[in-house]
């Protein structure tokens, strides 16, 4: 089995979580997905199934969203692959998936198709180079709405343009511990930038992850986004690291990490946010060598796993959270070397 994307840590890892680059696109001659007929939706999603097929050298499954356990559902959406909006959509839509979850796309969410490309670490030019492959690839077949004045059509005007959303996720525990968050925040929208919790508008943040965004994507085009939030990544990137070594100077933070790993290594009950909570602490205190293990790898696959979606998944079972809180405090201690 192909290892999973989110399972690795890539360039700038220890701040930058990960790269997403997604796409919007509609086909042409055809109603935006809220007006579609029950037929029309699943004409959509064969069409775009046929498309994807073709594409050489990526294998890409079709999962029929609607018909998944909510846990399953609920799953993918923790794994940023598909959106709250889509979890819940009626039947005609659905998801393409690459193996190591790299690659997805959505298929009548709020557009027709909504292609991601996700990678560990600050990957950009990766990332985009991927997407861009898929989507001519797909636009061969799909013919896309495009207009020469407004670029590619979207249901949304805020996507019209490159239809493209490059983000980040960062961990920011420094700076937020410094209260440099809501500076920083008005510092990049002035530069075309938002951020937010890691899953979005309107989503608050957990374990000092925070999603950095392009907001234009009229009269811009996709390079020149990209550069944009690239240089501004570095400079936050910049400002976090240096925080954490005056951390990591201070006898109290290298209590704390002690503390935390403790609490993750023995604790029989943990809710999502403490875990989250603990882990982010750890996380930096190993990326920094303040602690010398766990590796930053096992870090960043746990906080994905403790997941309430993934969790259950992983098990095959819904649970309530009283029990989902003991499982996830047994995983982490038997990731982290105390599984009695």
Known sequence: MMDKWYRTVGKHGDVVMSTRIRLARNLEHRPFPRFLSKEQRQEIVEAVKDAAAAISGLPLHFVDVATLPERERLALVERHLISFELANAPEGSGLLLSEDERVSVMINEEDHVRIQVMSAGLDLEGAYALADQVDSALGEKLHFAYDERLGFLTACPTNLGTGMRASLMLHLPALEEQGAIQTLENTVSKLGLTIRGSYGE???????????????????????????????????????????????????????AWRSLGVLQTARILTYEEALRFLSTVRIAAAGGVLPSPTIETVTALMSDIQPGCLMTAAGEDMPPQIRDRRRAAMVRAALGRAE
């Not at 994507?217 to 400002?239: D, P, R, Y």
């Open 202 to 256: 309107g989503t608050r943040p957990h374990g000092a992850l925070y999603q950095m965004s392009n907001q234009v994507t009229l009269g811009i085009s996709e390079k020149a986004a990209i550069e944009n939030l690239n240089g501004i990544a570095v400079q936050i990137m910049k400002q976090e690291i240096s925080m954490r070594q005056r951390l990591f100077t201070q006898p109290e933070f290298e209590d704390h």
